[in-house]
Each structure stands twice: as structure tokens, then as C-alpha cells.
Nanobody
């Protein structure tokens, strides 16, 4: 069992920044791809960004490119999402997820095996 815990959400003004963090308990990230997803009220969960732990390869959703940066700290078994220039439409619950190799594309929600509880990001005008 992989347990994921997110932190760093909150209320921020439009144009501001947040750094979300995800830590895994009892396991390391060594063999995983890790991703961030978000779910706005009344909408399906959508891909934000992902990183492959082995080599640091990253992928971003179009809306995240240039504003969001995903990173990993191998020594601390942590993953981050630096979110800059936030917009009200970024308001959502943000989820940390993990997937083992071979389960599917790392940009696809259905590929992931483990999920955190989510952390709420609210961006005001």
C-alpha cells in the first residue's frame, strides 16, 4: 500500500503562487511515475503534470505549460507542484497520484494506482 499525503493548498489571489507538496509514507518513489491531477466542482478529474521518477522526464497539460512546474526530491521522497500566475479557473481540488510502470500513459487518470486525499486550491479574482 502506498499512502500519499498532499499539502500546500489554500486561498490565493489571482496572479499569485502556491507550492503543493506530496510525500509517500512507508514506500519510496523509486519505481513510480508520479502525477498531479485536479478536479473542479461538477467536472471530471483532469491531468495537470507528471514526472517519471527514474529519469525525471516530465509531461504537462496545455493549461499548465509555462505556469506550473513539477519536480521531485529523490532524497526526501517528495514531489512538488509549483503553480505560478494562478487564475480563478485553476480553482480545484488537487490530487497527488502514483503509478507503477506498465499500467498506462502517465498522462491518463485511469493509469494511476494510488491517490492522495486532495488539497484545495482556491484562486480569487
Amino acid at each position: 500500500q502506498v499512502q500519499l499525503v498532499e499539502s500546500g493548498g489554500g486561498l490565493v489571489q489571482a496572479g499569485g503562487s502556491l507550492r503543493l507538496a506530496c510525500v509517500a509514507s512507508r514506500r519510496t518513489f523509486t519505481r513510480y511515475a508520479m502525477g498531479w491531477f485536479r478536479r473542479a466542482p461538477g467536472k471530471e478529474r483532469q491531468f495537470v503534470a507528471a514526472v517519471r521518477w527514474s529519469d525525471g522526464y516530465t509531461s504537462y497539460a496545455d493549461f499548465a505549460t509555462g505556469r506550473f512546474t513539477i519536480s521531485r526530491d529523490i532524497a526526501k521522497n517528495m514531489m512538488y507542484l509549483q503553480a505560478n500566475s494562478l487564475k480563478p479557473e485553476d480553482t480545484a481540488a488537487y490530487y497527488c497520484a502514483a503509478v507503477l510502470p506498465g499500467r498506462g500513459p502517465m498522462t491518463t487518470t485511469a493509469s494511476y494506482d494510488y491517490w492522495g486525499q486532495g488539497t484545495q486550491v482556491t484562486v480569487s479574482a
